[in-house]
């Protein structure tokens, strides 16, 4: 990694705090995160902490009290709503706990939908999506609906679904969290294959240690700042 290059994503002095009555209850003080392109961070924080605020604002999905989110060295606090929004999604995939994957839709349609959202073709968009699942090893669960896909394949439709736009920046909170321990080594295992072949700079929040070691770099949230981990 170049000295001279610039992180894809950068969260400066962020503070970010929530009203409980009369009180204000702090979450973020001053957290720094950079993260370059190629680069997974492991973010690892019990329960409470901070981390889904974190990805939040993080993502452009909630505004921070003060301080900056840059994105390829541009400041995002003073975007409009609709800037934010076309920004967020074509920049930034997200994964959750939770599939949220489109019922009525099969997982070929699920992952074509935000490309076309974007205003891709949709013959592209379909093309786009199947590549995308067979590469996750989806290729003959194409036209199955949620119902009739496992969790780890579901969860794998959902990373399909999160860099369908091809985004530079992928967000995932406790993306193995609902899954036993063998799928979970699974998805893992095709989550880090995708963000590594398309260079993604990555933040993964997580519980799993095992999971965590195996990423470039590892974070805690401590006293609402972001501290490197050993």
């Known amino acids: 990694m170049a000295a001279t290059q610039s992180p894809v994503i950068f969260l400066h002095q962020i503070e970010r705090q929530y009203r409980q009555g009369d ?7 001053g957290a720094e995160l950079a993260v370059w392109s190629g680069q997974m961070v492991a973010l690892l924080a019990p329960s409470g ?39 967020r999604r074509n920049e930034i995939g997200f994964v959750y706990q ?3 994957l489109l019922v009525e839709f099969t997982a070929l349609e699920n992952v074509m939908l935000p490309q076309m959202i974007r205003g891709l073709p949709r013959k592209e968009a379909r093309s786009r999506a199947g590549e995308l699942l067979a590469y996750l090893g989806l290729k003959e669960r194409l036209h199955h609906r949620p ?14 679904r999160a860099v369908a736009n091809a985004p530079r920046i992928l967000l995932a909170d406790e993306p193995t969290g609902n899954l036993d321990p063998r799928t979970s080594e699974h998805v ?43």
């Open 23 to 29: 009180a204000a209850l702090e979450i973020l003080t």
């Open 49 to 87: 902490a901070g981390k889904s605020t974190l990805l939040h604002v993080a993502g452009l999905l909630e505004h921070q009290d003060a301080g900056e989110v840059y994105i390829d060295d541009t400041p995002t606090s003073t975007l409009s709503d609709a800037e934010r929004t076309r920004l």
């Open 147 to 160: 119902s009739e896909l496992s969790g780890g394949e579901q969860q794998r439709v959902a990373i399909a």
């Open 98 to 100: 939770a599939h949220h």
């Open 188 to 230: 893992f295992r095709a989550l880090t294959q995708l963000a590594r072949a398309s260079q993604l700079a990555a933040i993964i929040a997580t519980h799993n240690l095992d999971i965590a070691t195996r990423m470039d770099r590892r974070v805690t949230i401590r006293d609402g700042r972001i501290v490197e981990m050993e």
